[in-house]
C-alpha cells in the first residue's frame, strides 16, 4: 500500500521512455536510410520502419499522459506528442511524395 507522497514510478519511467524515444527518431530517419538489413528483413521502405516506430511512441506518450501526476510529468507528456505527431507528419508527407514521384 502507497503512503501519502509516494508515487507510482512506472508510469514516470514510461513517461520519461517514450520522450528518450521521440527525442531519438529524428536521428533515426538519417541513421536508418544507411543500413539496408531493415529493409532486406522487413520488406518494408526505410522510412516506412522508422513511421512505425514513430506511432508505437505517439502512443507510448498518450498512454503516459494517464500517468502524469505533475506539471514536469505532464510537459514531457506534451512535447513527446509534438515531437512525434510532426514527425509522423512529416513521414508521411515524405514517403507520398516518394510514392507520388516513383509513378
Same mark, same amino acid.
Given at each position: 500500500?502507497?503512503?501519502? *507522497?509516494?508515487?507510482?514510478?512506472? *508510469? %514516470?519511467?514510461?513517461? &520519461?521512455?517514450?520522450?528518450?524515444?521521440?527525442? *531519438?527518431?529524428?536521428?533515426?530517419?538519417?541513421?536508418?536510410?544507411?543500413?539496408?538489413?531493415?529493409?532486406?528483413?522487413?520488406?518494408?521502405?526505410?522510412?516506412?520502419?522508422?513511421?512505425?516506430? %514513430?506511432?508505437?511512441?505517439? !502512443? &507510448?506518450? &498518450?498512454?503516459?499522459?494517464?500517468?502524469?501526476?505533475?506539471?514536469?510529468?505532464?510537459?514531457?507528456?506534451? !512535447? %513527446?506528442?509534438?515531437? %512525434? !505527431?510532426?514527425?509522423?507528419?512529416?513521414?508521411? !508527407?515524405?514517403?507520398?511524395?516518394?510514392?507520388?514521384?516513383?509513378?
Amino acid at each position: 500500500m502507497m503512503k501519502n *507522497g509516494e508515487r507510482k514510478q512506472s *508510469g %514516470t519511467s514510461m513517461n &520519461m521512455f517514450s520522450l528518450i524515444l521521440a527525442i *531519438g527518431c529524428p536521428f533515426l530517419v538519417f541513421l536508418v536510410p544507411q543500413n539496408n538489413v531493415l529493409s532486406n528483413l522487413t520488406g518494408l521502405h526505410h522510412l516506412e520502419v522508422v513511421l512505425y516506430l %514513430t506511432i508505437i511512441i505517439f !502512443f &507510448m506518450g &498518450m498512454f503516459s499522459f494517464k500517468e502524469a501526476t505533475n506539471w514536469k510529468s505532464m510537459t514531457r507528456s506534451v !512535447f %513527446t506528442i509534438v515531437i %512525434t !505527431f510532426t514527425m509522423i507528419f512529416y513521414l508521411c !508527407f515524405v514517403l507520398f511524395i516518394g510514392e507520388m514521384m516513383e509513378r
